[in-house]
């Protein structure tokens, strides 16, 4: 046995550049296949914890994805919004420990603004992680400080892509933008106190804004129109400074957090259940897990892309091994020679590609980890993609074992080669 093992050896040895690129591109294709696979379990856990520590979200009865939609990741409106009694009533249920309205409709150069209280700041978490601040600090209350209504907090992304700063002056659009000049709330400049860290989540997109700055800024608006436009009407309207004449008589969506996360069901029925104004209590984690099957076509095609790529390389592997019979015909008429069976060539080709594809398999998985942990920071921060490297899934096991035995049978292609030159040189000997 220990013949063969160094006969082996020394037989792959003077083929080592080549068996390495054979070997490198078997770890490639697994790469990319545990990669993808990893990828996606990892992008469907993200997008389930991409709003972690809320209990439930309320809004106007409708549809659960369009309120997932437009209070979560900011993407469309809504058709109406709730009352503020509504909000007032769920903040004074005993079950709630915090409650955080929220209010859109403005934005910032293609960027959505949401309208909030300081409370989010602190109750906010993406991936189980709070927030944190690169520069500044959150924007204060208006009831204790009026000055607050002119503060705003931009999102990592934002201040990037416009390279913003602490104490810089910004205007906002009334709607989503794209109007005239005059839809601009020039008359309320608001000026930068925060800038949050990069959190992977929608939030790094977004302007956030005081509820009651919001409500100032649309002070004397009618139908779209600013008060620039009805100078006549805006010089009959009274001018508010107080803040508690500020409060919003509508909100789009609250984000509610709980003492005891098992009342999660009796609280959502109690909301669900008010006379003035009729709501719906969505459950984060059960609707984003619904959302996510929108993008399911995509996820199994990333997958089967590289199950083809895996199987390509494999057979790749058997076309390299194949074309090199050839050139070892003279080795095995040797081993022939040594008194070698035609089986024993069989069984000698066979571990031989089997073993290289087994190696490219352990060095594709052990990249694959090391790019994950590497990368995870990055993957976090810029695309919200929590990573967790470690052992395989048991969908990777399946994969990794399919894999195998495409490489198994791959491998049959060039030891069945060897085992037919064998049977040929036995009877015809080639010149040595």
């Avoid at 991409?50 to 993407?75: H, K, N």
């Avoid at 930068?192 to 804004?209: E, F, K, M, S, W």
Wanted: hydrophobic share 50%; net charge neutral.
């Amino acid at each position: 046995m220990s013949l063969w093992i160094s006969l082996a050896w020394h037989s792959a040895w003077s083929r080592r550049f080549a068996l390495a690129l054979v070997t490198v591109s078997v770890s490639v294709s697994v790469l990319i296949l545990l990669g993808v696979q990893q990828l996606r379990e990892d992008a469907r856990r993200s997008f389930s914890n991409a709003l972690s520590g809320v209990d439930l979200i309320v809004g106007p009865r409708g549809s659960a994805t369009e309120l997932m939609l437009y209070s979560v990741f900011q993407i469309g409106r809504p058709s109406r919004n709730m009352g503020f009694t509504g909000f007032e009533e769920i903040k004074r249920m005993p079950q709630v420990r915090w409650a955080v309205p929220i209010q859109l409709g403005d934005s910032y150069k293609g960027h959505p603004v949401l309208g909030t209280t300081a409370s989010l700041f602190t109750e906010f978490k993406s991936q189980g992680k709070g927030l944190q601040w690169t520069q500044g600090r959150a924007f204060g209350n208006p009831a204790d400080n009026p000055e607050a209504m002119s503060e705003v907090v931009l999102g990592a992304e934002v201040a990037r892509r416009f390279g913003h700063r602490v104490g810089d002056k910004l205007v906002l659009t009334h709607g989503a933008g794209g109007g005239p000049e005059d839809t601009e709330h020039d008359d309320h400049p608001l000026t930068i106190v925060g800038i949050l860290a990069a959190t992977g989540a929608p939030i790094d997109r977004t302007v956030l804004v005081t509820l009651e700055g919001f409500e100032a800024m649309h002070q004397g608006w009618g139908m779209g129109i600013s008060p620039q436009s009805l100078k006549s009407a805006a010089a009959a309207l009274p001018v508010i400074a107080d803040p508690k004449d500020l409060q919003p008589v509508s909100l789009s969506a609250v984000w509610v957090g709980l003492h005891n996360r098992a009342e999660v069901f009796s609280v959502r029925r109690k909301i669900e259940s008010f006379n003035r104004d009729p709501l719906m209590a969505v459950l984060p984690g059960v609707a984003l897990d619904e959302l996510w099957q929108v993008v399911k076509v995509v996820e199994n095609s990333l997958v089967l892309i590289g199950m083809l790529v895996a199987v390509s390389a494999m057979l790749s592997v058997a076309a390299v091994l194949l074309v090199a019979m050839s050139g070892r015909r003279k080795e095995l008429a040797i081993l022939r020679a040594m008194g070698a069976a035609p089986r024993a060539l069989l069984g000698f080709v066979l571990l031989e590609s089997v073993l290289v594809c087994l190696l490219g398999i352990v060095c594709g998985y052990a990249v694959s980890q090391l790019l994950m942990w590497g990368a995870q920071d990055v993957l976090r921060t810029g695309f919200g993609v929590m990573v967790q490297p470690g052992l395989p899934s048991g969908e990777s096991l399946a994969s990794l074992a399919a894999l195998f035995s495409v490489a198994v049978l791959a491998s049959l292609m060039p030891a069945w080669r060897a085992y037919r030159l064998s049977l040929m040189d036995g009877l015809h000997p080639p010149a040595l």
